[in-house]
């Protein structure tokens, strides 16, 4: 039993970081159908740039995050504008081959400025706290309370606010949203920034348990896919209740499967839940 509290705990940690990245993924994905398979490579950078920060100019670990959030979500804006936009009416090969191209760039980019090694960040959360025999680091208690408090930020500005109101309106109907008034370049710049920030948060949060390096993004954008297809494509809940559904299994599976196959489970996971119920778990009209 003791065992098996840590590894849910474990999994609420794992769970938090994946359902921050899928956020990203599903909202650039709701009003653009864009795959953005570069969003890797933003999780990836967000690291980077937070570690850069507290070891070349000696700011505090929170500073980095916060100015990690910022440069990546306007290197977000800068690839919607740049990249996306210019293709909106091409095929619609087109904009995936531009993702993969773009992901393809910006680890090259990354392993010429900090190289290829493994590098690790250091946190002020280090401490080692003990609940009855339950070990945890404080590390992944702010983990924790930190994506809870930005999924509720979200949902807060995509509730209460006019841009958030317009972000859902163009992810109904993107033509309908323009015809109504809505500035659908100001929310799809708006929305790509907010999916950059919520990448770099992941990345930083994760960071200090786990490792830096230019190919980190990899799998992390392969399971956030696996998890907006299981939420069903488009769905922010969907995206929330997908992210720790594959937290807990992964930390279940690790411990009483095989820590070597937990990797795996993503995907298994993938063709139970698309075998059973093809449209996710959330279908379109249950996004909002």
Avoid at 45 to 67: D, P, Q, R
Avoid at 194 to 202: K, N
Wanted: charged share 10%; hydrophobic share 55%.
């Amino acid at each position: 039993m003791e065992t098996f509290i840590q590894q849910l705990f474990n999994g609420l940690t794992v769970g938090s970081i994946y359902s921050l990245v899928a956020l990203g993924l599903t909202l650039v994905y709701g009003i653009l159908h864009i795959p953005n398979f570069a969003h890797g490579a933003l999780y990836m950078l967000g690291a980077y740039i937070t570690l850069t920060m507290m070891t070349s100019f000696s700011v505090h670990y929170v500073i980095g995050i916060i100015v990690a959030i910022f440069v990546v979500g306007l290197l977000s804006v800068l690839m919607e504008r740049l990249v996306f936009y210019p293709l909106r009416d091409a095929p619609p090969i087109q904009d995936k081959v531009a993702a993969i191209g773009i992901l393809l760039f910006l680890e090259a980019l990354a392993q010429l400025i900090w190289g290829p090694h493994y590098l690790q960040m250091s946190t002020p959360f280090n401490q080692i706290i003990e609940i009855g025999s339950l070990t945890i680091t404080l590390q992944r208690i702010i983990i924790v309370i930190t994506a809870v408090a930005v999924m509720i930020i979200l949902w807060l500005f995509l509730k209460k606010t006019y841009m958030g109101a317009s972000i859902l309106a163009m992810a109904q109907n993107r033509d309908g949203a323009a015809l109504v008034g809505i500035n659908t370049n100001k929310v799809a710049m708006v929305t790509f920034f907010i999916a950059g920030g919520l990448a770099a948060i992941g990345a930083s949060l994760t960071s200090p348990i786990n490792l830096v390096f230019p190919g980190m993004g990899h799998l992390v954008i392969l399971k956030a896919f696996v998890i907006i297809i299981l939420g069903g494509m488009g769905s922010i809940p969907g995206a929330i209740l997908g992210g720790y559904i594959l937290g807990f299994t992964e930390a279940i599976g690790a411990t009483y499967i095989s820590n070597d196959y937990k990797d795996i489970i993503a995907f298994v996971l993938l063709i139970i839940i698309l075998t059973f119920k093809p449209q996710g778990i959330f279908t379109r009209g249950e996004t909002r």
